[in-house]
């Protein structure tokens, strides 16, 4: 039964044995929203998602506690059956508050939330548009839905519109699906071309705001706000296990007729709702990111810091600077090394590998909260240069050590 | 040069293995003559993402699209041949 993950194993026992399994990694204690310990030593965590640094939120961990002793642990059922307490409904109607929307509906994970938004929105018929570099949440929700699915070339609205073009002629609803800021690179949509290709042709678009909330916009509302095309987006799937520092995930809309959404995505129904516990964080947190827009600014900051220190330290960079650097590895065995002697040095990244990664290519992938220290990102980048250097791979004078 | 648009429906074998090769050459796969039995993975030395990159490229070039569920049916340059030929097999 397991013989076909043959090669699979053996890849992952050679990952392992350069070090540490990277994948396997278990912390002793996490301290704080960027720190944790890991065989008895403090590491830096720069590679956490934690955007807003939300996680130890003092009110929301209170908010979390009251919850869980007036209403247990569980709710022990899904939505559809004994697992909607008011504080599920209350969460639904002030997210849809906080993102503008008419209605929105709450999943318990970010993942089951593209995975019934897809499978639900597009049947037999109909075309799902994907861009190539999508989150395996939107591609697993694409093979759930039973729609013909096109990938187009990653942020290129001209090849969105070719294939659009090729599908003009064919009955069914075409959905376009992109994401607010692609999590591996951390490069964002050019969003407005794409909602002018919707537009042309007469499409409807899905925005995965999973990385951009909290992170985008005047108000943090994501790529939507920050473009100014809010209206123009038929559906915003988010996530609660980024800037707001729990777990879930939510699909939010304006149409008419959205709650036959509830009776039809089947990751909604057939799943436990969330934890009495994690609604309430998750509805303290978007009071916090709300009252905290300061957050936002040292976020970017943080970023701005990450991303000059590491190209003064020469290295190559590809996106703008945003909460997430990557760092392209020549190959998966120098990637895994890096991995490994930063580590060593005591800060915490994710090793990415292909699939997973945009043309496969191996990532030393992190992500800045905005709880970092000027310190501890001036720390972080002297690691990672000193790392760099011995592995030959920061090629110009290190300005910033 | 790939075709132009609407002409990837009315591809026959020959063209089709014609532009398959020179896409080929244009991603720097091609290292030997390219039959209908070359396995796409293990004989042109892709892998799964590479695969479906390429199939991107012969997408531009020839100026259609070919659906993801149609990927799985895709083993040798023969069955991408297949699906370029077939007039239900791009959506042009």
Known sequence: MLDKFRALRAE???VSAAGRDPFGVTFDAVLSATEAVLDGRRVLLLGTNNYLGLTFDPASIE???AATRAQGTGTTGSRIANGTYDGHAALERRLA???GRRSAMVFTTGYQANLGALSAL???GDHLLLDADSHASIYDGARLAGAQVTRFRHNDPDDLRR??????S???EKLIVVEGIYSMLGDTAPLREMVAAKREA???LLLDEAHSLGVLGENGRGLAEAEGVEPEIDFVVGTFSKSLGAIGGFLASDLDGFDALRLSARAYMFTASLPPSTVASVTQAIDAMEANPHLRDRLRRNGQQLHAGLAAAGFALGAMPSPIVSLPMPDRETAVMFWNHLLAEGVYANLALGPATPGGRPLLRMSVSAVLTPAQIEA???AIARVGRSLGLAGVPLAAE | MGLRTGDASMLDERAALREITAALQESGKLTAPVTMDTRILQDLNFDSVGAIDFIMLLETRLDTIIPMDRMAEIETVGDLVRVLTRPDAAAA
Do not use: E, K
């Open chain 1, 12 to 14: 992952h026992a050679a």
């Open chain 1, 63 to 65: 908010a979390s506690v």
């Open chain 1, 97 to 99: 508050r906080f993102l």
């Open chain 1, 122 to 124: 597009a049947g037999r």
């Open chain 1, 163 to 168: 294939r659009l073009r090729h599908l003009a």
């Open chain 1, 170 to 172: 064919q009955p069914g």
């Open chain 1, 202 to 204: 007469g499409a409807w």
């Open chain 1, 380 to 382: 972080a980048v002297t």
